[in-house]
């Protein structure tokens, strides 16, 4: 328990006077004889940070410390060892050589100096208002994204980054009332605008693992919000909306372009948002005028129409939207189709 110490402490012994140690010093008898002198043994005790090694001395070196006369004698190597002092015992001279043990407190005491420079200077962000390095690299990387989508397929693009490294906003902009941006824009599939973000977004993870990126594309002429999007961690990308057509807007397509199946006409369509990029379509059919020939059609032609319907819905909403359809008469449900793509006939 007394090997390698950092620092001198003071040893508390009972009717011990003070022992200084020096950084080097060596002591030997200026000639050598014996001499017999009365000892008093078993009144000295060691105590070293609040704990009594008195045995513990006594134990390992085999000599306990004594009395004799008004001087209080103990074993030097033992002091020694108790307050991280080397000793070297030269015993052609009859020499004790202690030498400081210096090296362990001057790197203790570099390591507490820097950890101190570290704490102030983290105190001193936090009172700036959190800034860090993390701060830095999202700039560098904003930086970077602009210099590498700035310009995609022809379109002009401003891209900007905040956050940190753990949760990610990221802000597309572009204008589309540059007939140059607008016709190229217009000239990308769906698939393909979907892409330039998802490689944007994998940028971002590419610096910071497992980063929750949340943004928008949005057309700065109409300030519409051409595409939502969502990436938690490893999972997929979610598209939620793209805006541009209203509920209003969606109904007033779909009654333009499917208002009737063969002779069946007059089909009213309502569309309803179930929330979390979910919608119904519901198309109103009178089966009661045109039962015979809603009876007539085949189920094939029937499905395909169901699927046109939600196509078209799809497109006007923009995004991946899972969208259920049903036709029907008042409550009478007459043929659906799911957002699974699985079709039933009722009627």
């Excluded at 102030?120 to 990387?141: N, V, Y």
């Excluded at 930086?143 to 002009?156: V, W």
């Excluded at 990610?168 to 892409?195: F, P, V, Y």
């Excluded at 990308?237 to 807007?249: A, E, H, L, P």
Aim: proline share 1%.
């Amino acid at each position: 328990m007394f090997k390698n110490k950092t620092n001198i402490k003071r040893i508390v012994a009972t009717s011990l006077a003070s022992v200084v140690i020096l950084s080097t010093a060596a002591f030997a008898a200026s000639k050598v004889y014996t001499k017999q002198i009365p000892a008093t043994y078993g009144r000295i005790k060691f105590n070293y940070n609040g704990v009594d090694v008195t045995q513990d001395i006594e134990s390992k070196y085999g000599t306990p410390a004594f009395i004799s006369g008004d001087r209080s004698y103990a074993p030097v190597r033992a002091i020694a060892d108790l307050v991280g002092v080397n000793v070297r015992w030269d015993a052609a001279t009859y020499t004790a050589y202690l030498t400081s043990n210096t090296t362990n407190t001057t790197l203790l005491e570099q390591q507490v100096t820097m950890l101190k420079a570290e704490n102030e200077t983290l105190k001193q962000k936090l009172k700036d208002g959190g800034s860090s390095d993390s701060d830095k690299s999202i700039s560098d990387l904003e930086k970077q994204l602009r210099k590498d989508y700035g310009t995609y397929e022809r379109i002009e693009f401003d891209i900007s980054l905040s956050g940190n490294s753990k949760r990610a906003d990221l802000k597309i902009t572009t204008n589309l009332g540059s007939s140059r941006n607008r016709e190229n824009w217009n000239d990308l599939s769906e698939r393909d605008r979907e892409r330039f973000i998802e490689r944007i977004v994998s940028d971002i993870q590419r610096e910071y693992k497992d980063c929750d990126v949340d943004g928008y594309l949005r057309d700065s002429d109409s300030r519409d919000d051409l595409y939502t999007f969502r990436k938690d961690g490893n999972r997929s990308i979610d598209f939620k909306t793209k805006s541009g057509s209203s509920m209003k807007n969606v109904e007033k397509k779909l009654n333009k372009d499917h208002d009737r199946i063969g002779d069946v006409r007059y089909i009213e369509y309502t569309v309803k948002d179930d929330g979390k990029d979910r919608y119904t379509i519901t198309g109103e059919v009178d089966y009661s005028k045109y039962e015979k020939e809603w009876n007539s059609l085949k189920d094939d032609k029937l499905e395909t129409f169901m699927e046109d319907i939600k196509y078209t819905a799809s497109k006007e909403i923009g995004g991946r939207p899972e969208i259920d359809v049903e036709l029907k008469d008042g409550r009478k449900t007459l043929a659906t189709y799911s957002r699974n793509d699985r079709f039933k006939r009722e009627y």
